[in-house]
């Protein structure tokens, strides 16, 4: 299986600063045949399912606000939230579906300085 | 707007079947495209990638749960079920239902339910 490994475990962060997750995949999840990477990151808040932020590494999901980026290749991923909101507080998951089984990592919380 | 509904038992007794359902309304589960997939998270940990069943009917599953895990359609309810055999303390958690793109990424999820394991 591959493995998904985020940084920090949790992160406090000031509000309108900025916040940075890292994820790492224990392969490369960068497939050849359509040149895209097969990683994905999601917001989960307490007491709700997650929530789709970013696709292919670096597409925005429609209505997920700017605010929100992704970016890596290959093994090392990066999701940024530019300035920090009081609703962004949550934690945060990458997930590869590169190959099956399709894992995730486990998980950034976010928290407010 | 698509939703997902998950129902069933909110206890099980050890040694078991864990059965649950996944209720699709405002599209079809047998809509080109999509991977009806069920994700279960433990208490307080990550989330963990159970299986699917395809718009076509073909069917996966986590190779970490064995031979215990049956994935199943019925398009005449457009519902989807899992059920979990031989079940332990340590298959309690919140099981997710979601609509799986045919990328791998999941855009759409259930709300969860909690299933506990215990006598």
């Known amino acids: 299986d591959i493995v998904m490994t985020q940084s920090p475990d949790s992160l406090a962060v000031s509000l309108g600063e900025r916040a940075t997750i890292n994820c790492k995949s224990s392969?490369?999840?960068?497939?050849?045949?359509?040149?895209?990477?097969?990683l994905a990151w999601y917001q989960q808040k307490p007491g709700q399912p997650p929530k789709l932020l970013i696709y292919?590494?670096?597409t925005r999901e429609s209505g997920v606000p700017d605010r929100f980026s992704g970016s890596g290749s290959g093994t090392d991923f990066t999701l940024t939230i530019s300035s920090l909101q009081a609703e962004d507080v949550a934690v945060y998951y990458c997930?590869?579906?590169?190959?099956?089984?399709?894992?995730f990592g486990q998980g950034t919380k976010l928290e407010i300085k | 707007q698509v939703q997902l509904q998950e129902s069933g038992p909110g206890l099980v007794k050890p040694s078991q079947t864990l059965s649950l359902t996944c209720t699709v309304s405002?599209?079809?589960?047998?809509?080109?495209?999509?991977?009806w997939t069920w994700i279960r998270q433990h208490p307080g940990k990550g989330l963990e990638w159970i299986g699917y069943?395809?718009?076509?009917?073909?069917?996966y599953h986590n190779p970490s749960l064995q031979s215990r895990v049956t994935i199943s359609g019925d398009t005449s309810k457009n519902q989807f079920s899992l059920k979990l055999s031989s079940v332990t303390a340590a298959d309690t958690a919140v099981y997710y239902c979601?609509?799986?793109?045919?990328?791998?990424?999941?855009?759409?999820w259930g709300q969860g339910t909690t299933v506990t394991v215990s006598s």
């Open positions: 392969q490369s999840v960068l497939y050849s045949s359509n040149n895209k990477n097969h």
């Open positions: 292919w590494a670096s």
């Open positions: 405002g599209g079809s589960i047998s809509s080109g495209g999509y991977y």
């Open positions: 069943i395809s718009y076509s009917g073909n069917t």
């Open positions: 997930q590869q579906y590169y190959t099956t089984p399709y894992t």
């Open positions: 979601a609509r799986v793109q045919s990328g791998g990424f999941g855009d759409v």
